[in-house]
């Protein structure tokens, strides 16, 4: 007869971690998932305002490629929460001329299928709208590499400061956190590639429409249904015997671990692995405000606007510049070019500004950074990483969050499970 398979503890109830302790669950194995805050949800939660409106600390989107975060939330009853375009419409306002171009999904097949919005871009001249096609088809060929930066492979593959700064940057913001500059050709080529020119359906936007803090609520209840123990307010200082799967960022992982490890040659490198900020303005009206759910802007300060009831919300991404600005100067400035993008708000006045600033919001995917990201199983018997930082093809995303706890619960299935198991490792692990 097999001996009890030990319950395994898992470090924090970020995205990774609750992706992690819901594949243990399934799997039928004793898990209890520890959250030093009293509170799921990591760097993707809500709170309540001192004026009594619920604000999430930032704005968070999924795309239709987005496989394994979608399966995460059918896993948990909340694929409703966060429905997905029919076909893909983002606006783009100029906020030089408040003009709008719509990127939106034709008919044509991948990777043909943004051509017709690319080519009407009025942001850019028409020789840079020809151009952004001759980087796309390059871009579904060349896998980029590490040392590169992202930047210096699209000049050169011909692309203007124009067609950086006005399109292909916003993108790297959104998706990388960063300037085309920081961060990898690697990286950047891939999500690109998948986001973008791999399959017509893939741009496809999800916007969540209830608080972030719900779905996380969802995934702790479903846990707990089958079998797991959730604890918040328990703050693990070092790591305990037994299997652990750690879910946190990568220097609080580096807390845990005996001084020996910290300096030896797995771990230290990801001492040095770098983050960026992401800044987040709340605009808090007494009235609903009519404007579309989200749009883009270019050419101003502003990246992304989301409205939602009365609330309209600015995302600015890489905000380095931002953190340690007064709020009222921030609530000052961007009001202003916001009344300029959105003409709903111009002859409003907010009743609040909520600004939550997320200092380590992402990894740095820089170049020649990627070996700082670990993989999941490590040199300690039975401590295995998660966290969108550690290894993987994804950026610092939910979905690579959500990948990255996958992958650890199926080690500690295989490892753990005695042999033979009755037990299979879900497939959703594999």
């Not at 969802?218 to 299997?243: C, H, M, T, W």
């Not at 300096?263 to 007494?286: C, Q, W, Y």
């Not at 200092?359 to 740095?364: E, G, P, S, W």
Request: charged letters at 25%; proline letters at 8%; a positive charge.
């Amino acid at each position: 007869m097999n001996p009890p398979t030990p319950p395994v503890l898992v470090i924090g109830a970020g995205m990774a971690g609750l992706s992690a302790a819901l594949e243990l669950a399934k799997a039928g194995l004793r898990i209890t998932l520890a959250e030093r805050r009293p509170f799921p949800g990591g760097r993707s939660y809500s709170f309540r305002d001192p004026s009594g409106a619920i604000v999430d600390n930032g704005q968070h989107v999924i795309l239709e490629c987005c496989a394994a975060y979608r399966s995460f939330l059918e896993d948990i009853g909340a694929s409703d929460r966060v429905p997905l375009q029919q076909r893909t419409l983002i606006p783009f306002v100029d906020a030089r001329t408040g003009e709008t171009t719509w990127i939106q999904e034709s008919w044509l097949p991948a990777p043909l299928h943004f051509l017709p919005s690319l080519l009407a871009y009025k942001p850019l001249s028409w020789r840079d709208r020809r151009l952004l096609l001759r980087a796309g088809r390059a871009m579904r060929k060349d896998r980029g590499t590490d040392g590169e930066s992202l930047g210096a492979w699209l000049r050169r593959h011909g692309q203007s400061e124009d067609a950086i700064r006005l399109f292909w940057n916003h993108s790297s913001m959104t998706i990388l956190n960063d300037d085309v500059d920081r961060v990898s050709a690697e990286q950047g080529l891939f999500a690109f590639r998948t986001c973008f020119f791999e399959r017509r359906e893939a741009a496809r936007v999800g916007v969540p429409d209830v608080p972030l803090g719900e779905i996380a609520d969802r995934a702790v209840a479903r846990i707990r249904q089958l079998g797991g123990v959730v604890e918040f307010n328990r703050k693990i200082d070092r790591l305990p015997e037994g299997p652990v799967i750690s879910a946190v960022p990568a220097r609080a992982l580096l807390d845990l671990l005996p001084r020996d490890q910290v300096e030896g040659p797995f771990f230290s490198r990801a001492a040095g692995m770098k983050t960026s900020p992401i800044v987040n303005l709340h605009f808090l009206f007494d009235a609903p405000i009519e404007a579309p759910r989200f749009f883009a802007c270019v050419g101003g300060r502003i990246h992304w606007v989301f409205a939602r009831d009365a609330q309209v919300t600015l995302s600015q991404s890489g905000a380095r510049d931002l953190m340690d600005r007064p709020n009222a100067e921030l609530q000052r400035e961007f009001f202003e070019e916001l009344k300029r993008v959105l003409p709903a708000v111009r002859d409003r006045t907010p009743k609040r500004c909520v600004i939550v600033r997320e200092r380590d919001a992402t990894f740095v995917p820089a170049p020649g950074a990627k070996g700082r990201r670990l993989p999941c199983v490590t040199p300690i018997p039975n401590l295995f990483l998660a966290g969108e930082w550690t290894e993987g093809e994804w950026p610092s995303t939910m979905e690579a969050a959500v990948l990255s706890g996958r992958r650890a619960a199926t080690e500690a299935i295989r490892r753990l499970t005695p042999e033979p198991s009755g037990r299979a490792v879900p497939e959703s692990a594999r």
